[in-house]
């Protein structure tokens, strides 16, 4: 079996049993293919890539990885895993995400709240901020969150416990410096996702209650989302993106029909 140059170890990932499982703890052992093959022929784990990633160039044997696909470099790898095998699978705009995050750690949270946004995924946005809320109030009241999980949660979270948490009025205003410093007020306009600039103007903009439609509010207080105070908050859209622009600038071909768009005009 073909084996990882970083660990060198097989070339599969070990599934974790089931905590809560009856299974006979003889059984045997769950596995899938864990296998990145890069253009220099050289085989990595995923998470061992990532952590020896070095930007364009083999960890292990320093040749070029990269190559300009469609008018845009890339790296181009063999992914082989539980999803099955995929070849010429773009994984730069992956690698330079999770080297991003190595190091700021603390905006994990707020890039997965972008990433909701841009698959118009308005449940996960709403839940996302719910749980970020239900952190600030436990942070406000000093509550560890450890409760009785027991030691092997703690143990799981004790990472993320460490890495500072990001306020829910900073994941709301959070820039994307990978794309042009666009908040999620560009990007769900820019969508045309006419549910998630509502929310964001609800929670992140200094407009008056009676400028949302009682929809809306009812909508709000069905997700039992309430509004904190915008006082001393900037005004999300009077954020520009790195080309100076504002959500409102964006309006021009988003397909936001139907919705009164000069609310989006920065007051």
Request: hydrophobic share 35%.
């Amino acid at each position: 079996m073909s084996t990882c140059v970083s660990c060198h170890n097989p070339l599969v990932l070990t599934l974790q049993p089931d905590i809560h499982s009856n299974a006979s703890s003889n059984s045997s052992i769950a596995t899938v293919p864990d296998d990145v093959l890069l253009s220099c022929a050289c085989h990595f784990h995923w998470q061992c890539l990532l952590d020896a990633y070095n930007i364009t160039r083999c960890p292990n044997c320093d040749q070029s990885i990269s190559t300009t696909y469609q008018e845009q470099e890339s790296i181009l790898v063999t992914l082989y895993n539980e999803g099955g095998l995929q070849h010429n699978l773009d994984i730069l705009p992956l690698l330079v995400e999770e080297s991003y995050l190595k190091a700021y750690p603390e905006e994990r949270k707020a890039r997965a709240f972008l990433e909701f946004v841009r698959e118009g995924d308005a449940e996960a946005v709403v839940d996302l901020i719910r749980a970020s809320a239900q952190n600030d109030e436990d942070e406000d009241e000093g509550v560890d969150g450890d409760g009785d999980d027991g030691m092997e949660e703690e143990e799981d979270d004790e990472e993320e416990d460490d890495v500072p948490q990001m306020s829910v009025a900073s994941i709301l205003r959070y820039q994307d410096l990978l794309d042009e410093g666009r908040t999620a007020l560009h990007i769900a306009v820019a969508k045309g996702n006419g549910e998630i600039v509502w929310l964001m103007l609800l929670l992140a903009s200094n407009l008056e209650l009676d400028a949302f439609p009682e929809q809306v509010q009812q909508v709000a207080a069905q997700l039992d989302i309430g509004r904190e105070s915008q006082e001393g908050l900037v005004d999300v859209r009077t954020i520009r993106d790195a080309d100076g622009r504002t959500a409102y600038d964006l309006v021009a071909g988003s397909g936001m029909i139907g919705f009164d768009t000069a609310l989006l005009r920065p007051s």
